[in-house]
DNA sequence: GTCTATAGCGGGATAGAC
DNA sequence: GTCTATCCCGCTATAGAC
Protein backbone atom coordinates (compact mmCIF):
# COMPACT_ATOMS: atom_id res chain seq x y z
CA UNK A 1 0.00 0.00 0.00
CA UNK A 2 2.76 2.78 0.74
CA UNK A 3 5.16 1.41 -2.28
CA UNK A 4 3.96 4.32 -3.75
CA UNK A 5 3.69 7.00 -0.73
CA UNK A 6 7.31 6.50 0.18
CA UNK A 7 8.18 9.97 -0.54
CA UNK A 8 11.34 11.36 1.01
CA UNK A 9 9.67 13.57 2.80
CA UNK A 10 6.97 11.35 4.39
CA UNK A 11 9.90 8.90 5.34
CA UNK A 12 11.61 11.78 7.32
CA UNK A 13 8.18 12.92 9.48
CA UNK A 14 8.08 8.89 10.17
CA UNK A 15 11.03 9.29 11.49
CA UNK A 16 10.52 12.00 13.95
CA UNK A 17 7.09 10.48 14.94
CA UNK A 18 9.30 7.28 15.77
CA UNK A 19 10.97 9.55 18.03
CA UNK A 20 7.99 11.23 19.73
CA UNK A 21 5.90 7.40 20.00
CA UNK A 22 8.78 5.76 21.81
CA UNK A 23 9.35 8.82 24.32
CA UNK A 24 5.58 9.79 25.51
CA UNK A 25 3.58 6.83 23.66
CA UNK A 26 1.29 6.93 21.21
CA UNK A 27 -1.98 8.12 23.47
CA UNK A 28 -0.02 10.88 24.75
CA UNK A 29 1.75 12.06 21.65
CA UNK A 30 -0.54 15.08 20.43
CA UNK A 31 -1.00 16.48 16.66
CA UNK A 32 0.57 19.18 17.73
CA UNK A 33 3.57 17.76 19.72
CA UNK A 34 4.14 16.17 16.06
CA UNK A 35 3.89 18.71 13.84
CA UNK A 36 6.20 20.81 16.47
CA UNK A 37 8.39 18.34 16.01
CA UNK A 38 8.45 18.69 12.55
CA UNK A 39 8.61 22.33 12.14
CA UNK A 40 5.18 22.39 10.79
CA UNK A 41 1.37 23.60 11.72
CA UNK A 42 -0.52 20.67 13.07
CA UNK A 43 -3.31 21.64 10.26
CA UNK A 44 -0.04 20.91 8.01
CA UNK A 45 0.31 17.38 8.59
CA UNK A 46 -3.03 15.92 7.60
CA UNK A 47 -1.72 16.88 3.93
CA UNK A 48 0.78 13.53 4.90
CA UNK A 49 -1.64 11.26 6.77
CA UNK A 50 -4.58 10.83 6.66
CA UNK A 51 -5.18 10.39 10.75
CA UNK A 52 -3.08 9.86 13.42
CA UNK A 53 -3.35 6.27 12.94
CA UNK A 54 -1.97 6.18 9.77
CA UNK A 55 1.06 7.91 11.46
CA UNK A 56 1.25 4.99 13.59
CA UNK A 57 0.88 2.40 10.97
CA UNK A 58 3.61 4.01 8.66
CA UNK A 59 6.16 4.34 11.98
CA UNK A 60 5.23 0.28 12.54
CA UNK A 61 5.48 -0.73 8.60
CA UNK A 62 8.79 1.15 8.85
CA UNK A 63 9.62 -0.42 11.84
CA UNK A 64 9.19 -4.17 10.81
CA UNK A 65 10.60 -3.38 7.54
CA UNK A 66 13.62 -2.27 9.43
CA UNK A 67 14.39 -5.14 11.63
CA UNK A 68 13.28 -7.18 8.81
CA UNK A 69 16.02 -6.48 6.77
CA UNK A 70 18.80 -6.20 9.00
CA UNK A 71 17.98 -9.22 10.42
CA UNK A 72 18.58 -10.87 7.02
CA UNK A 73 21.35 -9.43 6.21
CA UNK A 74 23.16 -10.21 9.38
CA UNK A 75 22.17 -13.59 8.87
CA UNK A 76 23.42 -13.40 5.24
CA UNK A 77 26.92 -12.28 6.47
CA UNK A 78 27.64 -14.08 9.09
CA UNK A 79 29.25 -17.90 9.86
CA UNK A 80 26.86 -20.43 9.33
CA UNK A 81 26.72 -22.12 12.49
CA UNK A 82 23.80 -22.59 14.93
CA UNK A 83 25.49 -20.34 17.68
CA UNK A 84 26.57 -17.69 14.69
CA UNK A 85 22.68 -17.35 13.54
CA UNK A 86 21.90 -16.93 16.84
CA UNK A 87 23.75 -14.80 17.57
CA UNK A 88 24.05 -12.78 14.59
CA UNK A 89 19.97 -12.87 15.00
CA UNK A 90 20.06 -11.40 18.65
CA UNK A 91 22.68 -8.72 18.24
CA UNK A 92 20.37 -7.66 14.96
CA UNK A 93 17.39 -7.48 16.87
CA UNK A 94 18.99 -5.70 20.14
CA UNK A 95 20.32 -3.14 17.52
CA UNK A 96 17.36 -1.74 16.09
CA UNK A 97 15.90 -1.67 19.45
CA UNK A 98 18.42 0.09 21.73
CA UNK A 99 20.76 1.86 18.97
CA UNK A 100 17.76 3.29 16.66
CA UNK A 101 15.79 3.18 19.59
CA UNK A 102 12.73 4.20 17.30
CA UNK A 103 10.31 2.51 14.87
CA UNK A 104 10.68 -0.94 15.59
CA UNK A 105 10.33 -0.63 19.30
CA UNK A 106 6.94 1.20 18.03
CA UNK A 107 6.35 -1.28 16.25
CA UNK A 108 6.70 -3.86 19.78
CA UNK A 109 5.06 -1.38 21.99
CA UNK A 110 2.29 0.26 20.44
CA UNK A 111 1.24 -2.63 18.27
CA UNK A 112 -2.07 -3.22 20.62
CA UNK A 113 -3.12 0.72 19.38
CA UNK A 114 -3.65 -0.27 15.96
CA UNK A 115 -6.50 -0.09 14.51
CA UNK A 116 -7.92 -3.74 12.98
CA UNK A 117 -7.32 -2.78 9.54
CA UNK A 118 -4.13 -1.92 10.09
CA UNK A 119 -3.47 -4.87 12.17
CA UNK A 120 -4.52 -7.08 9.34
CA UNK A 121 -2.56 -5.34 6.69
CA UNK A 122 0.41 -5.23 8.93
CA UNK A 123 0.61 -8.81 10.64
CA UNK A 124 2.64 -10.76 7.56
CA UNK A 125 5.65 -8.26 7.84
CA UNK A 126 5.36 -9.23 12.19
CA UNK A 127 5.03 -13.05 11.06
CA UNK A 128 7.76 -12.78 8.62
CA UNK A 129 9.85 -11.31 11.30
CA UNK A 130 8.91 -13.72 13.73
CA UNK A 131 9.27 -16.52 11.87
CA UNK A 132 12.89 -15.85 10.84
CA UNK A 133 13.17 -16.01 14.78
CA UNK A 134 11.71 -19.47 14.44
CA UNK A 135 13.84 -20.45 11.78
CA UNK A 136 17.15 -19.64 13.63
CA UNK A 137 15.68 -21.27 17.22
CA UNK A 138 15.17 -24.37 15.08
CA UNK A 139 18.67 -25.05 13.88
CA UNK A 140 19.39 -24.35 17.20
CA UNK A 141 17.38 -26.99 18.58
CA UNK A 142 18.46 -29.59 16.42
CA UNK A 143 21.49 -29.57 16.68
CA UNK A 144 21.33 -29.82 20.56
CA UNK A 145 22.96 -26.03 21.29
CA UNK A 146 19.65 -25.69 23.24
CA UNK A 147 16.33 -27.59 24.40
CA UNK A 148 12.87 -27.23 25.27
CA UNK A 149 9.19 -26.31 22.79
CA UNK A 150 10.04 -24.10 19.95
CA UNK A 151 7.76 -21.92 20.50
CA UNK A 152 8.35 -20.86 23.95
CA UNK A 153 11.89 -20.88 23.33
CA UNK A 154 11.12 -18.74 20.76
CA UNK A 155 8.74 -16.17 22.70
CA UNK A 156 10.57 -16.48 25.80
CA UNK A 157 14.10 -15.40 23.68
CA UNK A 158 12.21 -12.66 22.05
CA UNK A 159 10.38 -11.46 25.53
CA UNK A 160 14.01 -11.12 26.85
CA UNK A 161 15.06 -8.82 24.29
CA UNK A 162 12.45 -6.98 24.17
CA UNK A 163 12.22 -6.47 27.47
CA UNK A 164 15.54 -4.53 27.23
CA UNK A 165 13.95 -1.41 26.51
CA UNK A 166 12.93 -0.81 29.46
CA UNK A 167 15.99 -0.94 31.60
CA UNK A 168 19.22 -0.99 29.11
CA UNK A 169 21.14 2.35 29.83
CA UNK A 170 22.63 3.77 26.49
CA UNK A 171 25.12 5.53 28.67
CA UNK A 172 26.36 2.46 30.33
CA UNK A 173 29.16 0.05 29.93
CA UNK A 174 27.26 -2.48 27.53
CA UNK A 175 27.10 -2.59 23.75
CA UNK A 176 24.03 -4.93 22.63
CA UNK A 177 26.67 -7.03 21.40
CA UNK A 178 27.27 -7.69 24.88
CA UNK A 179 24.13 -8.08 25.71
CA UNK A 180 23.61 -10.46 22.76
CA UNK A 181 26.44 -12.83 23.71
CA UNK A 182 24.89 -12.57 27.18
CA UNK A 183 21.72 -14.26 26.59
CA UNK A 184 22.93 -16.79 23.88
CA UNK A 185 25.59 -17.93 26.93
CA UNK A 186 22.49 -18.62 29.04
CA UNK A 187 20.23 -20.47 27.04
CA UNK A 188 22.62 -22.47 25.49
CA UNK A 189 25.45 -25.33 27.18
CA UNK A 190 28.05 -24.04 29.06
CA UNK A 191 30.88 -24.41 26.39
CA UNK A 192 29.13 -23.05 23.75
CA UNK A 193 29.02 -19.34 24.29
CA UNK A 194 30.20 -17.74 20.55
CA UNK A 195 32.99 -15.23 20.50
CA UNK A 196 32.01 -11.94 18.80
CA UNK A 197 31.19 -12.51 15.27
CA UNK A 198 35.03 -12.90 14.01
CA UNK A 199 36.90 -9.77 14.35
CA UNK A 200 39.99 -10.61 15.98
CA UNK A 201 40.12 -14.40 14.38
CA UNK B 1 0.37 6.12 53.16
CA UNK B 2 -2.54 3.91 51.96
CA UNK B 3 -2.31 1.64 54.86
CA UNK B 4 -5.29 3.92 56.42
CA UNK B 5 -7.28 4.05 53.45
CA UNK B 6 -7.57 0.89 52.53
CA UNK B 7 -11.94 0.49 53.07
CA UNK B 8 -13.08 -2.81 51.29
CA UNK B 9 -14.90 -0.66 49.28
CA UNK B 10 -11.56 1.19 47.76
CA UNK B 11 -10.21 -2.43 47.48
CA UNK B 12 -13.22 -3.74 45.48
CA UNK B 13 -12.76 -0.42 42.84
CA UNK B 14 -8.83 -0.55 42.51
CA UNK B 15 -9.70 -4.24 41.54
CA UNK B 16 -12.14 -3.13 39.04
CA UNK B 17 -9.88 -0.44 37.63
CA UNK B 18 -6.98 -3.13 37.23
CA UNK B 19 -9.01 -5.33 34.93
CA UNK B 20 -9.83 -2.08 32.59
CA UNK B 21 -6.46 -0.91 32.77
CA UNK B 22 -4.93 -3.94 31.33
CA UNK B 23 -7.90 -3.94 28.78
CA UNK B 24 -7.70 -0.74 27.42
CA UNK B 25 -4.68 0.54 28.68
CA UNK B 26 -4.59 3.36 31.25
CA UNK B 27 -4.53 6.38 28.64
CA UNK B 28 -7.52 5.17 26.86
CA UNK B 29 -9.51 4.29 30.09
CA UNK B 30 -11.68 7.37 31.03
CA UNK B 31 -12.97 7.93 33.99
CA UNK B 32 -16.85 7.34 32.65
CA UNK B 33 -16.20 3.68 31.74
CA UNK B 34 -14.66 3.24 35.08
CA UNK B 35 -17.57 4.56 36.96
CA UNK B 36 -19.41 2.15 34.69
CA UNK B 37 -17.59 -0.71 35.83
CA UNK B 38 -18.12 0.11 39.49
CA UNK B 39 -22.30 0.65 38.79
CA UNK B 40 -21.55 4.32 39.66
CA UNK B 41 -21.66 7.69 37.79
CA UNK B 42 -18.31 9.10 36.68
CA UNK B 43 -18.35 12.26 39.46
CA UNK B 44 -18.86 10.00 42.51
CA UNK B 45 -16.18 8.06 41.40
CA UNK B 46 -14.01 11.24 43.03
CA UNK B 47 -15.21 10.67 46.25
CA UNK B 48 -13.00 7.39 46.47
CA UNK B 49 -9.95 9.01 44.48
CA UNK B 50 -8.62 12.52 44.44
CA UNK B 51 -8.00 11.91 40.57
CA UNK B 52 -7.21 9.48 38.26
CA UNK B 53 -3.48 9.22 38.97
CA UNK B 54 -4.67 8.29 42.21
CA UNK B 55 -6.35 4.98 40.86
CA UNK B 56 -3.24 3.96 38.67
CA UNK B 57 -1.07 4.43 41.72
CA UNK B 58 -3.57 2.19 44.42
CA UNK B 59 -3.81 -0.50 41.77
CA UNK B 60 -0.20 -0.84 41.22
CA UNK B 61 0.29 -0.53 44.47
CA UNK B 62 -1.54 -3.55 45.49
CA UNK B 63 -0.36 -5.40 42.33
CA UNK B 64 2.87 -5.30 43.78
CA UNK B 65 2.20 -5.69 47.12
CA UNK B 66 0.12 -9.09 46.22
CA UNK B 67 3.02 -10.04 43.73
CA UNK B 68 5.19 -9.58 46.64
CA UNK B 69 3.70 -11.69 49.33
CA UNK B 70 2.71 -14.59 47.17
CA UNK B 71 6.52 -14.84 45.67
CA UNK B 72 7.20 -14.91 49.64
CA UNK B 73 5.36 -17.52 50.46
CA UNK B 74 6.43 -19.62 47.35
CA UNK B 75 9.59 -19.88 48.91
CA UNK B 76 8.54 -20.29 51.91
CA UNK B 77 7.24 -23.33 51.15
CA UNK B 78 9.21 -25.25 48.60
CA UNK B 79 12.27 -27.10 48.40
CA UNK B 80 15.28 -25.47 49.61
CA UNK B 81 17.21 -26.32 46.68
CA UNK B 82 18.18 -23.08 44.19
CA UNK B 83 16.33 -25.24 41.06
CA UNK B 84 13.35 -25.46 43.32
CA UNK B 85 13.34 -21.73 44.67
CA UNK B 86 14.00 -20.54 41.17
CA UNK B 87 10.93 -22.72 39.79
CA UNK B 88 8.70 -21.03 43.00
CA UNK B 89 9.61 -17.76 42.34
CA UNK B 90 8.66 -18.40 38.43
CA UNK B 91 5.57 -19.67 38.68
CA UNK B 92 4.21 -17.55 41.04
CA UNK B 93 5.14 -15.06 38.88
CA UNK B 94 3.86 -16.02 36.22
CA UNK B 95 0.55 -16.93 37.79
CA UNK B 96 -0.13 -13.25 39.44
CA UNK B 97 0.40 -12.10 36.44
CA UNK B 98 -1.56 -14.71 33.74
CA UNK B 99 -4.15 -16.06 36.54
CA UNK B 100 -4.81 -12.84 38.16
CA UNK B 101 -3.99 -11.17 34.79
CA UNK B 102 -4.92 -7.80 36.78
CA UNK B 103 -2.94 -5.86 38.96
CA UNK B 104 0.48 -7.33 38.64
CA UNK B 105 0.25 -6.86 34.97
CA UNK B 106 -0.58 -2.89 35.55
CA UNK B 107 1.91 -2.68 37.42
CA UNK B 108 4.26 -3.75 34.45
CA UNK B 109 3.25 -2.21 32.12
CA UNK B 110 1.66 1.43 33.36
CA UNK B 111 4.46 2.20 35.30
CA UNK B 112 5.58 4.81 33.08
CA UNK B 113 2.48 6.52 33.28
CA UNK B 114 2.41 7.33 37.23
CA UNK B 115 3.52 10.96 37.86
CA UNK B 116 6.85 11.85 39.30
CA UNK B 117 5.83 11.53 43.77
CA UNK B 118 3.99 8.29 43.37
CA UNK B 119 6.71 6.55 41.06
CA UNK B 120 8.85 7.79 44.85
CA UNK B 121 6.72 6.32 46.86
CA UNK B 122 5.70 3.06 45.06
CA UNK B 123 9.44 2.23 43.92
CA UNK B 124 10.38 1.12 47.33
CA UNK B 125 7.71 -1.99 46.92
CA UNK B 126 9.19 -2.45 43.32
CA UNK B 127 12.64 -2.65 44.39
CA UNK B 128 11.75 -5.02 47.03
CA UNK B 129 10.12 -7.40 44.46
CA UNK B 130 13.54 -7.22 42.30
CA UNK B 131 15.55 -7.90 45.12
CA UNK B 132 13.71 -10.89 45.75
CA UNK B 133 14.62 -12.02 42.39
CA UNK B 134 18.02 -11.28 42.58
CA UNK B 135 18.20 -12.94 45.72
CA UNK B 136 16.75 -16.34 43.95
CA UNK B 137 18.93 -15.57 41.05
CA UNK B 138 22.05 -15.59 42.76
CA UNK B 139 21.83 -18.42 44.96
CA UNK B 140 21.74 -20.34 41.40
CA UNK B 141 24.59 -18.99 40.00
CA UNK B 142 26.57 -19.66 43.56
CA UNK B 143 25.33 -23.47 42.70
CA UNK B 144 26.47 -22.94 39.24
CA UNK B 145 22.95 -24.44 37.94
CA UNK B 146 22.94 -21.00 35.87
CA UNK B 147 26.39 -18.58 34.82
CA UNK B 148 26.15 -15.26 33.77
CA UNK B 149 25.85 -11.90 35.33
CA UNK B 150 23.67 -11.52 38.03
CA UNK B 151 22.08 -8.28 37.05
CA UNK B 152 21.69 -9.25 33.30
CA UNK B 153 20.18 -12.53 33.98
CA UNK B 154 18.11 -11.44 36.40
CA UNK B 155 16.63 -8.81 34.20
CA UNK B 156 16.39 -11.60 31.01
CA UNK B 157 14.30 -13.79 32.81
CA UNK B 158 11.79 -11.55 34.52
CA UNK B 159 11.83 -9.83 30.82
CA UNK B 160 11.02 -13.43 29.05
CA UNK B 161 8.06 -13.84 31.57
CA UNK B 162 6.72 -10.32 31.15
CA UNK B 163 6.30 -10.72 28.17
CA UNK B 164 4.01 -13.59 28.18
CA UNK B 165 1.19 -10.87 29.19
CA UNK B 166 1.72 -10.50 25.19
CA UNK B 167 1.02 -14.21 23.42
CA UNK B 168 -0.30 -16.14 26.79
CA UNK B 169 -3.69 -17.46 25.69
CA UNK B 170 -5.51 -18.70 29.45
CA UNK B 171 -7.85 -20.99 26.76
CA UNK B 172 -4.98 -22.98 25.73
CA UNK B 173 -3.08 -25.81 26.94
CA UNK B 174 -0.54 -24.37 28.82
CA UNK B 175 -0.44 -23.30 32.78
CA UNK B 176 1.48 -20.79 33.92
CA UNK B 177 3.40 -23.42 36.12
CA UNK B 178 4.41 -25.58 32.84
CA UNK B 179 5.75 -22.07 31.79
CA UNK B 180 7.59 -21.73 34.74
CA UNK B 181 9.13 -24.91 34.52
CA UNK B 182 10.25 -24.82 30.07
CA UNK B 183 11.91 -21.44 31.43
CA UNK B 184 13.92 -23.14 33.60
CA UNK B 185 14.79 -25.58 31.73
CA UNK B 186 15.83 -23.17 29.34
CA UNK B 187 18.09 -21.32 31.53
CA UNK B 188 19.63 -24.64 33.52
CA UNK B 189 21.75 -27.17 32.90
CA UNK B 190 20.34 -29.85 30.40
CA UNK B 191 19.79 -32.81 33.25
CA UNK B 192 18.50 -29.77 36.23
CA UNK B 193 14.95 -29.49 35.11
CA UNK B 194 12.76 -29.53 38.62
CA UNK B 195 9.71 -30.98 38.42
CA UNK B 196 6.77 -30.30 39.78
CA UNK B 197 7.08 -28.70 43.15
CA UNK B 198 7.17 -31.98 45.16
CA UNK B 199 3.36 -33.53 44.49
CA UNK B 200 3.89 -36.77 43.11
CA UNK B 201 7.47 -37.59 45.10
C1' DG C 1 -22.03 8.00 49.08
C1' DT C 2 -24.29 8.96 44.96
C1' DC C 3 -26.64 11.92 41.90
C1' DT C 4 -27.12 15.78 38.05
C1' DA C 5 -25.17 19.32 35.70
C1' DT C 6 -21.58 21.58 33.91
C1' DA C 7 -17.19 24.12 33.82
C1' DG C 8 -12.95 24.23 31.43
C1' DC C 9 -9.68 22.39 28.73
C1' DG C 10 -7.25 20.09 25.08
C1' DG C 11 -7.74 16.67 21.76
C1' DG C 12 -8.26 15.29 16.42
C1' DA C 13 -9.53 16.95 12.31
C1' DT C 14 -11.35 20.32 8.48
C1' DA C 15 -11.77 24.56 5.33
C1' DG C 16 -10.03 27.75 2.57
C1' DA C 17 -6.49 31.39 1.81
C1' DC C 18 -1.83 31.85 0.29
C1' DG D 1 2.86 22.23 1.08
C1' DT D 2 1.93 25.24 4.76
C1' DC D 3 -0.70 28.61 7.09
C1' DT D 4 -4.67 30.48 10.20
C1' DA D 5 -8.80 29.79 12.19
C1' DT D 6 -11.97 27.03 14.09
C1' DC D 7 -15.40 23.20 14.75
C1' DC D 8 -16.80 19.68 17.57
C1' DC D 9 -16.13 16.37 20.66
C1' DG D 10 -14.93 13.88 24.86
C1' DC D 11 -12.08 14.16 28.66
C1' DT D 12 -11.03 15.22 33.85
C1' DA D 13 -12.69 17.30 37.63
C1' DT D 14 -15.91 20.30 40.49
C1' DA D 15 -20.28 22.06 42.86
C1' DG D 16 -24.09 21.45 45.28
C1' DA D 17 -28.58 18.93 45.88
C1' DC D 18 -30.34 14.70 47.86
Known amino acids: MNVVNESPRRKELT ?9 EGFDRTTVRMLAQEMGIKSGSLFHHFRDKQEILAAVIEEG ?11 L ?3 DNTPQARLHAMARAHLETLLTDRNAHVVALYEWRRLDPD ?7 LRD ?3 ALWEQVIDEALAAGLIQGDRFLVSRFV ?18 PEDLAR ?3 GMI ?8 APSTIV
Open 15 to 23: RLAAQLFVQ
Open 64 to 74: TENALQIARSA
Open 158 to 175: MGALNWTVRWYDPEGPRK
Open 188 to 195: TSPRAVPA
Open 128 to 130: AYE
Open 76 to 78: ASC
Open 182 to 184: ELI
Open 118 to 124: ARDHLSH
